[in-house]
């Protein structure tokens, strides 16, 4: 069974910058897709960026530039965040595909498995 656990959220100000991790677990595809989401109040959930286990990557117009998604060799995801907005506050989530993808996708759709989120807050 695929386990995502996410964690490195917390506050800081603008322009600064944090590292998210996401622990997994439980794999059994060698070709995959992962990625993190956010989700602000009020608001849908939204694709930040996507890895596939080929190293090719994918980013929202809103993170590209500052926000740089990577994978390790035991399959943990991170995201690293610099040149923090306020706009960027919100949940993230960290998600996997059950399976390959033809190109990395931010389509939450797409993602069979999900984390249970950290909180960033960016504070002006």
């Known amino acids: 069974q695929v386990q995502l656990v996410a964690s490195g959220g917390g506050s800081v100000q603008a322009g600064g910058s944090l590292n998210l991790s996401c622990s997994a677990s439980g794999y059994i595809y060698n070709d995959y897709c992962m990625g993190w989401f956010r989700q602000a109040p009020g608001k849908e959930r939204e694709g930040v960026a996507s890895?596939?286990?080929?190293?090719?990557t994918t980013y929202a117009d809103s993170v590209e530039g500052r926000f740089t998604i990577s994978l390790d060799n035991a399959k943990n995801l991170y995201l690293q965040m610099n040149s923090l907005k306020p706009e960027d506050t919100a949940v993230y989530y960290c998600a996997a595909t059950a399976g390959p993808l033809a190109i990395p996708t931010r389509s939450p759709e797409a993602f069979a498995y999900w984390g249970q989120g950290t909180l960033v807050t960016v504070s002006s």
């Open positions: 890895i596939d286990s080929d190293g090719r």
